[in-house]
């Protein structure tokens, strides 16, 4: 049966509890569970972590607590009965925790730590208290430690202050708000230095005395390492003030025997002293630790004849310092003792031993001699703190040593009352002896004795220094054969108070013989008595003292006989007549000089003081006795306090009248004496002493007489001090009257009670007298009055002790309202009265209510007076604060309801007044810094608002309803309300309270909510109807937005705990102020609601914005109301549209808003809208709102995120277009437009910045009408700033490189100059257009990729969502690098494997998907493109700009595939995207609109082949038959060999093979036509190369002649080909012929598909360096065997090779990046040629560096040519051969395929097998690889390929090498291996080629038959060279000089024009192969493009990163025969070297 508990209600969890039973509670160790039930041994409840779910779990999980319980029952409260402070640490721990672990992964590890440490020390101090075993004093101990590092934490977690009051938290309702600042303040503070409380005393009237603490040096000796002394040793430890001169302490005595260890073996380890009571002053002091080491043996250390060894001397030994400045610092930060070693130093004339601690000091290094090693005293010493008794409590292991308390020379700086001292401190300085007939001096002692009056030696009282016991008698050391000696030694004479008067010392004077005797010999005394005749003591002074003489056998056994003889000098004048008879003769030139100190509380040395206590000795002399008191010093008065006030009163009773005026003086300078903080002590005696033995019964008449005819006279005297003195005393004074008064009445029984009233009346009356007096002319007077103000609260108590409350209130009103105002006195004297009334205020008189009744309003009236004239606020603010803090105590009283009516009364107004003239100076302060420090405004602007906020609270309904109805006119109403809304404004906005003092703040907004829910009816009652006021409604709702928005209030921000924690006690205050201000809305007529459209549509948006529900379902209605009435007064809601949309953008980028809210605003508005007649209208701003925040969310979302630039840059693209189309907001959109360019020109994407600033241009007109200032654009007129956008736009496109796009602006602009005849301007603008022009001919431009990206699945942003873009890519950047960049900006993305459409699956799937590949670019302008003559820098701009068209192909077999020749059934499936605007533009990317696919057939894709081909070399041959390419004809070599040589062996017979077949014309009759164009177009191929032969025979430089032969050769070949199949061409018969070749023969043959020969084409070992797929393979059809991967399969060892079946088996999937050849490698092997340089994943190690090698060759000159071609060398000189085959061989021919290129491109031939180049050919080889070798592909894991299936197109490696960069940028040569992404349907383009957009299959296989060339073997490692264009001129070299600029290099998909491609700028010849610019010696470097290609000396790339490395340099043996040796042992050799 489950049974409600009583006891059992609160309990922690001590073990893990999994829940396993059904109802189960799942519980952790520590937390926290309330118990409502239990049953058998189980218990029902809840976790206080997650009180919704309740369940059951064990008893014996759960160890209970004891709790109280409140409201039992369902809705009980059970709080754990233990130490508040406890709970604090639990709660607060458990808080941390989690806020701790976050620090680790916040890698805030310094913190981490910390923290950790804090934690650990919380629970060990949680631990200890909660034991219960410590003492109360421990208990605050603990307790102040667990406040401490509590408030630490949180403050270093940022979590919220916490108010305390004696270590515990307060609770804010029971204590005043003032009380509350004041302890926030003082946690705070005691955050910042938590330093021990209590360091002060709170003086009896109110200002704080400071104690000054002492400080006591701990010394404790460890060894002394140094004692070789070999003697028993005497150390002397003192303190020595070397500014003065002077020991400052007692000396500690350590005796030590001669090896060194203590001579009482109980005192090891016990060595140590305490030297006491050093002030903070005198650690200020040059202190040093002095030790004098004084030895007991013989006379001299290492003179054993010197004295018999068994008499003993002191004699000096050394001495050693330390100076307390250099370890002051270390040892007062430390716990615990430090060790310091101190050097001895002995002394080297003994004669200065009296000083040599000064001479080591001063370093005097002649006077004493340093120690032989760095050994000597080794001590340790520890500064502690506080009084003595403190220190004995918390050191008790420093007492238990034994510690030798060693004190000052005199008394402290503080002398406590109980302090009995008794001490004579003799210092024996030196003396003056006759040397006696001795030949040497003396050595002399002084033996030392005390005797009392009867001639008995007083027993042990000498002592020597602490530490040791006292002695009888004293010797001191000697020094050696010295008549002067000069000792220095202090002595303590410890005598007995009662022996101390009649005793003397006696000196005994011995001289040390050092003879075999070794006795000692009396030769003298001198002595001297302790007190004088008249009782004073032996002044602190030198005594210089008579020595008289005597001898061995003298016996002193009757001290008569010479104490009646003169001591000293004054007392020889006291007694001239001194008999000569006597048996003592002074001795007239020997002396003693001796000084003393007397530290006593019981004796004294002043005469004027003796002569007082005993003045009855002296009756006449009373009057001098008294005036002389005042030079007595203040210690001698104190220490006879008592002694002193009873003779006073005793003389005061004697004869009142005459000495009176004097006794009252004598009074008033020792009470103001105890004023003083050395005797502040004392106070307690004096008031023990009066209420205990002062028995003056009559005194008080006279004292107030004196006191009242002090205060008359101070109207007339001019020196008023002894006036002040006596107001000074007031407080004592008037106890001292109070007593007596008392002391009668017992006396008398009450007798003249009513003149003693009536007296004190009229004391009053002389108080209120001297009050009102106007000081302002005298400042004496106004010190008086401040004296007396001062005093004057001192005194309310012992007035009380006679008078009733109201009596005393009376007196009191009476006084502070004689205080003439405030304007008629000084600013100091405002000071001192408004310190007096804050003393009276803090004075008991006030705590009660009948006496405040009386008080307050002269109070009020006070501060009244202040506050309006803003004089001393903080003191005010003081007083108020104190007020409240009474008021709130005794708040339950009845009189305090009048009371706070009355302060309402006074204050409210005023105090709002002041708050407003404060807050405004702080924030005009912060503007200027003005002059009062800002901690100061804070801190009274704080102390105010405090002061404000505790009236209001104080007030009640009654309150508020009197406040009102008191208002005379509603002028003044709206008056108060205004200032109090302002008050409560400028509260939220300027945050008056710290972030942290979430207490203060809640309590705050608390009080101001309800304040404004008594103020609104105010509102609405007065100000709604006619009388309406726009200014307090508008006031009102400024207040209740900025309230609901203050950041303490926003709950969500805060953890669950903290949340129910304010829920609980206040709610959610921002509901409350929400309905307030909906049903204020609501009372507002609706005439009167338009006012507020549209200023507060802002404002409440941001309410709405707040994430509370509530507060948003209160809110957004109003929208509806306010477009209702908009729309009734105009017809429409423009206004509200404009702002909501204005304030919408700005409050959500705020980070305000969220999807919910998108969701509630559409839901609500709606809903109500729905009724209205305006409901279209309505509902589709609606909408077009709530996509706007759709938008907006997304925007804000990736601005605050670490998102990349592109999705920053895509987000604010969507948004700009929004405002532009669909709400034309053209502010807004601006705004846009400029953020957008920012980010474009941080991306540098200068030319998307400036098509964006274009946007903004194209608004503006050419008008001079003036603009305001905007943005960053001052005010102007609109065609100033449309002049400045347009120069901005032109920079941004120059540094964009579009020059083509800034010179229609440069036209537009000049325009404009030349119509306002602005001619500088117009001349600029000109030469600017000129330079472009200049900059398009001669600058390099790099061609951009363009990718297609499609972004599939609901988790990517809104304006991604399921749409596929084009995107251009940055310069360099690869398909593979563009893929890594889209992946690591959505890291969660998968990429897509294949280039399909996506399903619905995964359109409507929750993730993201990626699909990206290249495409090409279709130009629109064609134009440009198809003329012949325009150079192919202008070309390759149009071809890659202003394009809205791109495509992409893909390879697929239709029908069964042909095994033989598969391009009979190849098709390609070609795809174009059209962009909703073209590229470049104002994004890099655009979204696609719309599609279209067609399918091209394999007979079209051959004709296109060949008709670019052919078009290409026609382009070619023209321009050298027009001259227009001089000289170097490498060009037309390269593109002739290409063409021909691929014809011959197998590329165009495919294409016969494939469509000349009978059986494919017969299959295909509707391709007859097409068939026909093919062959026409062959025939037009064989004669178009008939004339470049003819072309070439005339130009051909006579060592290229075995090329030419060759080609001749070839082309007959190809013709008879190609006879049988096209009718017509036997009759083309070449126009010349080629002479022999010389050895080396070029031989060529034919190869069928699979024709063995072929095989030998690749060696096993031959790196195949392949050119990448060059980036136009992607649209090239060129070779028809592209497998639909476009993979290049790449061979490098092992000739057997696949099938093209297998080639499509590796395919990475159906599409395809490269249709060039079928040996393309896979997408993700080589893609290009910055690809390709990363190396594949599986590369062998010994290739894996080919990786670097990089096409980069900058013209330089001078390099041998050896170091680069060793194979064409015959002892180090090239061939002819090879010289002209360098020269002419390289030559352009770029394939291409592309149906959608012009006629003008279509020059490339194609063949049905790759052109391949017989191994005939291989001689010229090497030339090429040396060039070409290091840009290719780095060799890839061998694959096998059936014979002959590799024959290669050289063609296209031509083509590559004519158009080769000149440098490659180091960026390209990074790794980048990713993971395989879908080979792009248009592979990335090679870094190589600058004008093809295909790469037919003659590419790749071209470049792998190169690589098997025969290198020469190198005997030499090669030497460095960095560049190629060594080789001598006369190699390179026809007749004409040649020049050979670079070709641009470019990087786009589509570059058609592969023969103007080569056409070069004006005026310039052809380059030779790519990087190699041949020159001669004295040439010009050509004309360089700028970055990334400059030449040396304009930043050119380091030649390290750029330059391949070179081949051996000298071959030292002839060509080898067999080729495939020398291959190997190149190719090997070349690799080592890299």
Known sequence: MWTPTEEEKIGVVICNFRGSVPQGLILEIGETVHILEKCEGWYRGFSTRKPAIKGIFPASYVHLKKAIVSNRGQYETVTPLEDPIVTEVTSTLQEWAVLWKQLYVKHKVDLFYKLRHVMNELIDLRRQLLSGHLTQDQVRDVKRHITVRLDWGNEHLGLDLVPRKEFEMVDAEQISVSDLYKMHLSSRHSVQQSTSQGDSIRQRHGETCRIPIPHHLFLNLKSFTYNSIGEDTDIFFSLYDMREGKQISERFMVKLNKNGGPKNPEKIDRLCALFTDLSSKDLKRDLYIVAHIIRTGRMLINDSKKGPPHVQYRRP????????????????????????????????????????????????????????????????????????????????????????????????????????????????????????????????????????????????????????????????????????????????????????????????????????????????????????????????????????????????????????????????????????????????????????????????????????????????????????????????????????????????????????????????????????????????????????????????????????????????????????????????????????????????CGMEEEQFRASIQELFQSIRFVLSLDSRSSETLIFTQAALLNSFPAIFDELLQMFTVQEVAEFVRGTLGSMPSTVHIGQSMDVVKLQSIARTVDSRLFSFPESRRILLPVVLHHIHLHLRQQKELLICSGILGSIFSIIKASSLDTSVQEEVEMMVESLLDVLLQTLLTIMSKSQSQEAVRGQRCPQCTAEITGEYVSCLLSLLRQMSDIHFQHLLDNFQSKEELKEFLLKIFCVFRNLMKLSIFPRDWMVMRLLTSNIIVTTVQYLSPALHKNFTESDFDFKVWNSYFSLAVLYINQPSLQLETLTPAKRKKILDKYGDMRVMMAYELFSMWQNLAGENKIHFIPGMIGPFLGVTLVPQHEVRNIMIPIFHDMMDWEQRKNGNFKQVEAELIDKLDSLVSEGKGDENYRELFSLLLLEKIEQETWRETGISFVTSVTRLMERLLDYRDCMKGDETENKKIGCTVNLLNFYKSEINKEEMYIRYIHKLCDMHLQAENYTEAAFTLLLYWELLNWEDRPLREFLHYPAQSEWQRKEGLCRKVIHYFNKGKCWEYGIPLCRELACQYEALYDYQSLSWIRKMEAAYYDNIMEQQRLEPEFFRVGFYGRKFPFFLRNKEFVCRGHDYERLEAFQQRMLGEFPQAIAMQHPNQPDEAILQCDAQYLQIYAVTPIPENMDVLQLDRVPDRIKSFYRVNNVRRFRYDRPFHKGPKDRD???????????????????????????????????????????????????????????????????????????????????????????????????????????????????????????????????????????????????????????????????????????????????????????????????????????????????????????????????????????????VDDIYRMQASPSSSSLSSTHSAPSQMINSAPSSIRGSPSLPDKYRHNREMVMLLPPHRDRPSSAMYPAMTENGQPTNFHRALMQQMIGPCKPCSDPNLSVAEKAVPTAPSSWSLDSGTREAMPFLTAHVGNIMVPPVPPRTLPPGHFSMHFDAFHHQISDLPPALPARCLRKSPLHPIPASPTSPQSGLDGSNSTLSGSASSGVSSLSESNFGQSSEPPARTDTMDSVPSQAWNTDEDIESPYLPVRYSISEPDVLDSVKPPPCRSHSAPGGVTPQDGHHDPPALPPKPYLPRGEGSIPEEEIRPRPMPRKISQPLMSNKEEQAKVAWEHGINEE
């Open 1461 to 1699: 020749n598969e391009f009979k059934s190849l098709w390609i499936e070609r795809t174009t995207l059209i962009l909703t605007h073209p590229l470049p533009g104002i994004s890099r990317w655009f979204e696609v609109e719309k599609r279209e696919v067609v399918e091209v057939s394999p007979l079209e894709n051959a004709i296109y082949v060949v008709e670019n081909k052919n078009h290409e070399l026609r382009t070619l041959i023209s321009q050298y038959q027009h001259k227009q390419l001089h000289g170097n004809i490498n060009l037309l070599s390269m593109c002739l060999n290409g063409v021909i040589d691929a014809a011959v062996n197998g590329g165009i017979a495919r294409y016969q093979e494939a469509f000349f077949d009978k059986e494919y014309i017969t299959s295909h009759p509707e391709d007859a036509e097409k068939i026909t164009q093919l062959k026409d177009l062959m025939q037009e191929q064989v004669h178009i190369l008939g004339v470049g032969l003819a072309v070439h025979e005339k130009l051909v430089h006579p060592e290229m002649r075995p090329l030419h032969k060759k080609l001749i050769d070839q082309f007959q070949m190809m013709r008879s080909s190609l006879c049988h199949g096209l009718p017509g061409l036997e009759k083309l018969s070449p126009a010349c012929s080629g002479s022999s070749t010389p050895r080396g023969n070029i031989h060529m043959t034919s190869h069928s598909p699979m024709s063995p020969e072929s095989m030998k084409l690749v060696h096993r070992h031959s790196p195949l360096n392949l050119l990448g797929s060059i980036r136009h393979s992607s649209s090239s059809l060129s070779s028809h065997t592209s497998s639909e991967t476009g993979n290049l399969v790449i061979l490098t060892d092992g000739l057997v090779g696949e099938t």
């Open 317 to 748: 030994y050394g001495c050693t310092v330390l100076s307390m400045n250099d370890v002051l610092q270390s040892i007062s930060e430390l716990k615990e003792e430090k060790d310091f070693v101190l050097k001895v130093y002995t002394c080297n004339n003994e004669n200065e031993w009296y000083q040599i601690h000064e001479n080591i000091i001063r370093k005097s290094s002649t006077k004493y001699t340093a120690p032989s090693t760095n050994y000597g005293l080794i001590i340790s010493l520890q500064l502690l703190r506080g009084e003595m008794e403190q220190i004995r409590r918390e050191n008790p292991m420093i007492f238990n040593r034994g510690v030798a308390v060693t004190r000052k020379l005199g008394f402290p700086d503080v002398i406590m009352p109980g302090d009995i001292r008794n001490d004579l401190y003799l210092t024996l300085e030196r003396g003056d002896f006759e040397r006696g007939g001795k030949s040497v001096q003396k050595n002399i002692e002084v033996t030392i004795y005390v005797l009392y009056a009867d001639g008995e030696i007083l027993k042990d009282c000498i002592s020597l220094g602490s530490g040791e016991p006292h002695v009888s008698e004293h010797r001191s050391f000697v020094l050696y054969h010295n008549n002067s000696p000069r000792w220095g030694e202090i002595i303590k004479l410890p005598i007995p108070i009662d022996r101390f008067r009649g005793s003397h010392l006696r000196f005994e004077f011995r001289h040390c013989s050092t003879k075999d005797k070794g006795e000692k010999k009396l030769f003298g005394f001198a002595f001297t008595p302790l007190m004088r005749e008249d009782g004073t003591t032996l002044s602190d002074e030198s005594h210089e003292l008579y020595v008289y003489k005597c001898d061995e056998n003298t016996t002193f056994s009757n001290h008569a006989l010479y104490l009646g003889l003169p001591c000293c000098k004054d007392d020889f004048n006291g007694c001239p007549n001194i008999p000569s008879s006597l048996i003592f003769q002074r001795s007239a030139k020997e002396t003693l000089w001796i000084s003393t100190q007397l530290s006593s509380t019981k004796l004294t040395q002043n005469v004027d003081l003796l002569a007082l206590l005993k003045w009855k000795a002296h009756p006449d002399r009373v009057m001098d006795i008294l005036g002389r008191l005042r030079h007595v010093s203040g210690e001698e008065i104190v220490k006879f306090l008592q002694d002193i006030l009873d003779t006073l009163f005793s003389i005061l009773d004697d004869n009142t009248d005459k000495y009176g005026p004097l006794v009252f003086q004598s009074l008033v300078f020792i009470i103001n004496l105890l004023r003083d903080s050395k005797y502040y002590h004392f106070r307690p005696v004096m008031d023990t002493y009066i209420l205990k033995h002062f028995a003056g019964a009559l005194a008080y008449k006279e004292l107030i007489r004196c006191l009242k005819w002090y205060m008359d006279r101070s109207a007339e005297v001019i020196r008023q001090d002894h006036i002040q003195e006596a107001m000074r005393a007031l407080e004592y004074l008037f106890k001292f009257i109070v007593q007596s008064r008392i002391l009668y009445s017992r006396a008398t």
